[in-house]
């Protein structure tokens, strides 16, 4: 073990895939090795007679390393890199993900109004109890927001009754306006009935003369699900799917009623805010989990906020749409609002490494109407006839051979006989002929139909992907025009036509595979998640490095520790003054020089500021404050050239929601209105540029320069000790091997620090969504006493005018106090964030001096080992350990058997295993080709039955047109 430079340290010449792989493997085997020394360590720690003999400071020593250990097993199971999958209802999102994973039928697909409403969130199963290789946590909602939505659909009820029947002295609506009024109610009174119905077994008739207390009464049995958590296992995929479906989609559960002991029907899924599922799949290992994500739009409340808190957790989002309902829209605008597009400009993710777009049901196309050659359509109708011809002239044979054989059994005439079996042979040698022709016929057809199906697939899919791209370089070009500060570079996200449905027919074989779609490389699932892969790598292996670095720095003190190659050495200074003169001069110009850096550091972070044009943004907010609040009695805000009025309902409902989210359902349609949010994409359009440069840039740029400072400073007090030490240690001038891995040791433990630097950095970047995000809380916040006026205003006729007066006038009084006190608030948490990064780089800089200080302790005890010392350093400050010859031959001993472990641990690292992949081909195919060796058609000479079924399957759709093809199943997602 004289070199530390191992192979995962030396990984910058490789593919980033590779060098990926090769990190890994190392973090697994440290993770195993190090499990090996624990199980060392706490078994000696464990034995009284060994701990007896063993001195404080070290038993405390050995205590750190068993706990280091669990630490870093914690760590690593704990990383975790979220992806969303985002669409709307019937985008497909549920089969593409069990394509993804590779469990066909794990989540529950066309599920409704169920799945859209529930985030799910797939994880590796790290289990291999052959019980739990499956696993779900079912997380009900809380009983607060359950009461919240239930006191909202009665105060509706109340706002109907009081349509219905006005106050005394309250003036009534005009007909007009109480029929719009009622036709909103309903609508929303409608849709949350359906949900309290379905879950609490009652009829709407029922539900509307009960109250909230008699829905939460602690006997019914909803209240045994509000508030709790759920866990499902189970052995094999079919089984969990069937647990789990109840809570995934709209399947009733059968439960005890009321006392009397009788049962009724209740579905689950409006109680639950989210589902997590434990699967082993490859696509999840190393921390990639993935989260289908209801858009938005598509839910409001409790469950909004907890779809929100994903959003802002997402490394990369997949945003996916039907390759028809894209086909049929004239760009790719509808896959996006102006705001979420923001919002993802400002999280840093509005780039080719952020977000991907996904056409999914790419099989769904009516490829016979697409632009064929003549040669194509002439060549197919041409095989379609030969595989006719040639199926007839089977048939024929086989009835010729059928009537010949018959006839030779009946036959006495032996010249007779030899005749008929004669012809019967050439008739069996022609058949095989035939046979052999309608395979080759077979496989023909199928490579003509399927080139056919594929250019019409892949022109529609590569037209879709050029208007998908050109609309987000419009969209990019826009933005940099109008934004102070934007950049202009832009790496447009990639595009994935896939087909979930052709990806699961491969697996029946190859002769189930859907035309047009011969291998899984066209179906598109291979080369997304491919991508997937690739994309999250830097987050992926900036935390296996991390770790690595940390199992090193064990793997060295552990070394050091155990170390038995020091020869005997002179020694020129007492215990006394190698703690003074070395370790803690030492230390404490370490701890000077790391916080010297920290402040430097901090203080270059500060000049990157993405508040600087606050002032002017709040002044223009203000300008156009009272316009947009003015738009917010329109049922169409964003488009000034429709002037319908927004119902007083829908109005008041939002008002009731302080401005937040609801989705009104009137007339069929569903329309979102979001005020705050609206009024946050104000301020925040006119400050992205800026935040985008800061967070997104200047300060990521920081981190290159830092570690290079740490590295010079580092190396300066390091170099001071290893002449400090041979100084003190004469004899080491001549064992230069021993000293230079001992300063190595030293060295690598800046890497720890380094990495806590860069994760540091990371952080405040990847938690800038947070603090955007909240600027709409902020402004909720600061509305709070307007929206409450306006509610005070008396119902009846003109109601809705008092109210939005009463806006109106609070947007003109205080909007842009309003405004400054907002954004006051999202600057100020983004200074804390920027304050704490100082506190946790001391609290880094404490932990890493204090792990300098005992492996600097640890060398020099090993060094005065090999003097035979009767004296050697204690594990802290001042203190010092008197050995004799019992607690040294117990410690010669473990420390042998640690070195075993170092041993095998080194060459594991050394040996590098890389798990490389057959060469598959992963990306979807420009041409179609159909694979080699897939004709799997046995020949059979005799009977009707073999000859028959021999050809039959291939010869089946022989004269079938090519219009009814793609017609034989419904297009799945």
């Known amino acids: 073990m004289t070199s530390y430079h191992f192979r995962w340290q030396l990984t910058q010449q490789d593919s980033p895939v590779v060098r990926m792989q090769i990190c890994d493997q190392a973090r697994d085997d440290a993770a195993e090795h190090a499990g090996k020394l624990k199980a060392l360590i706490d078994n000696a720690l ?15 020593q050995l205590k750190q390393w068993s706990q280091d250990i669990d630490d870093l097993s914690s760590d690593k199971d704990a990383f975790k890199v979220y992806i969303g999958v985002q669409g709307q209802t019937g985008a497909g999102k549920s089969s593409l993900l069990n394509a993804n994973l590779g469990w066909r039928d794990l989540l529950p697909s066309d599920s409704g109004e169920a799945a859209t409403a529930t985030p799910c969130v797939m994880s590796f199963n790290y289990s291999d109890d052959p019980k739990k290789l499956f696993r779900g946590t079912i997380n009900f909602r809380k009983r607060k927001d359950v009461k919240q939505e239930l006191e909202q659909f009665f105060d509706d009820l109340k706002e109907r009754e009081r349509l219905l029947h006005p106050l005394p002295g309250e003036e009534p609506m005009g007909d007009e306006e109480r029929a719009k009024c009622l036709e909103d109610l309903a609508a929303n009174i409608g849709e949350v009935a359906g949900k309290i119905c ?11 003369m009960m109250t ?59 109680l639950i805010d989210s589902v997590d599922i434990f699967v082993k799949s490859p696509l999840l290992e190393g921390g990639l989990i993935l989260v289908d994500l209801p858009g938005l739009s598509d839910v409001v409340g409790g469950r909004a906020a907890v779809a929100r808190r994903f959003y802002e957790k997402l490394a990369v989002a997949v945003i996916v749409a ?15 609002t102006e705001n979420h597009e923001l919002d993802m400009r400002m999280d840093g993710k509005f780039d080719g490494r952020g977000f991907c777009v996904v056409l999914s049901k790419a099989d769904d196309i009516d490829w016979a109407g697409g632009n064929h050659k003549a040669s194509q359509i002439g060549e197919l109708e041409q095989v379609m006839n030969d595989r006719k011809q040639t199926r007839a002239s089977v048939l024929n044979l086989t009835s010729q051979i059928k009537d010949a054989t018959k006839a030779s059994k009946k036959s006495k005439d032996k010249n007779e006989k030899a005749t008929l079996k004669q012809q019967i042979k050439k008739w069996k040698s022609r058949k095989r002929s035939y046979l052999k022709t309608g395979k080759e016929l077979k496989k023909k057809h199928a490579a003509v139909l399927g080139s056919c199906i594929f250019e019409v697939v892949n022109a529609r899919n590569q037209r879709l992907v050029r208007r998908i791209g050109a609309d987000f370089k419009r969209r990019h070009n826009n933005f940099t025009s109008r934004t102070q500060g934007a950049s202009r570079n832009f790496k447009p996200p990639p595009i994935f036509p896939v087909s979930a449905r052709a990806y699961w027919s491969l697996h029946g074989g190859a002769e189930k595979a859907m035309p047009g779609f011969p291998t899984a490389a066209y179906t598109g699932i291979p080369a997304l998640n491919n991508w997937l892969r690739e994309t999250t790598i830097p987050r992926r292996q900036r935390a296996a490095l991390a770790l690595l670095h940390r199992y090193l720095a064990l793997f060295q003190s552990v070394q050091s520790w155990s170390d038995d190659q020091c020869r005997k050495h002179q020694v020129n200074a007492s215990i006394e003054e190698l703690e003074t003169e070395i370790v803690e001069a030492k230390c404490r110009a370490l701890a000077a020089k790391l916080d010297a850096f920290g402040k430097e550091l901090v203080a270059n972070i500060k000049k990157c500021d993405p508040f600087k044009t606050k002032v002017a943004a709040i002044e223009h907010c203000a300008d156009v404050l009272v316009p947009m609040v003015d738009s917010w009695s329109l049922k169409w805000p964003s488009n000034n050239k429709l002037v319908t009025k927004l119902s007083h309902m ?33 301020f925040k359009a006119e400050i992205a540029g800026m935040w985008i440069d800061a967070l997104h840039e200047k300060i990521p740029r920081c981190e290159g320069p830092a570690r290079e400072k740490l590295d010079k400073e580092w190396k300066i007090v390091t170099d001071s000790i290893g002449r400090a030490l041979k100084k003190s240690f004469p004899g080491l001038s001549k064992q230069q091997d021993y000293l230079l891995r001992q300063v190595a040791s030293l060295l690598h433990l800046k890497e720890e620090i380094k990495d806590k630097v860069g994760q540091l950095l990371a952080d405040i970047s990847s938690n800038s969504p947070r603090i955007h995000r909240g600027l709409q809380k ?102 010092v350990h008197v050995e004799n010859e019992s607690s040294r031959a117990t410690r010669l001993a473990l420390q042998k058997g640690v070195r075993r472990n170092l041993i095998a641990w080194a060459d594991a690292w050394d040996a590098a295993r890389v798990k490389t992949d057959p060469q598959e081909d992963i990306a979807i195919p420009k041409e179609f080709k159909l694979p080699e060796g897939e004709d799997s058609d046995s020949e059979t000479e005799d009977g009707d039955t073999g000859s028959d079924s021999d050809d039959g399957d291939a010869d089946t759709d022989m004269g079938v047109k090519r219009e009814a093809v793609v017609k034989t199943e419904p297009a799945g997602a």
């Open 46 to 60: 464990s034995d009284d007679a060994t701990t007896r003999l063993l001195g404080q400071g070290e038993i405390r």
């Open 650 to 682: 829908t109005y008041t409902a939002i008002l009731k929601r302080k401005g937040d989210d609801f989705i009104s359902r009137s007339g069929g349609m569903k329309i979102r209105y979001n005020w705050m949010d609206q009024m946050a994409k104000q």
């Open 198 to 208: 379905k879950a609490w077994g009652t009829s709407t008739e029922e539900l509307e």
């Open 322 to 336: 039907p390759i028809i309902r894209a086909a049929d829209e004239q760009t790719g605008a509808n896959l996006m």
């Open 212 to 270: 909230v207390d008699d829905l939460l009464n602690e006997a019914d049995p909803v209240m045994k699900y509000i508030g709790s958590t759920k866990h499902i296992y189970a052995s094999n995929q079919r089984e969990f799917s069937a647990k789990v479906k109840p809570f995934l989609d709209s399947t009733c559960i059968e439960v005890a009623g009321s006392s009397d002991g009788s049962t009724r029907e209740m579905a689950l899924w409006p």
């Open 778 to 879: 902020h402004l909720q916040d600061k509305w709070q006493s307007g929206f409450n006026k306006a509610l005070k205003e008396r119902g009846g006729r003109g109601v809705l005018k008092r109210r939005h007066g009463v806006l109106l006038d609070h947007a003109g009084a205080h909007g842009k106090s309003n405004f400054r006190d907002a954004v006051q608030e999202m600057e100020s948490c983004f200074k804390a964030q920027r304050e704490a990064l100082l506190k946790n780089l001391e609290h880094a800089s404490a932990a890493s001096v204090e792990r300098f200080r005992a492996q600097l302790r640890l060398i020099i005890n090993n060094i005065l080992e090999a003097v035979n010392a009767e004296e050697r350093l204690g594990m802290e400050k001042g203190t």
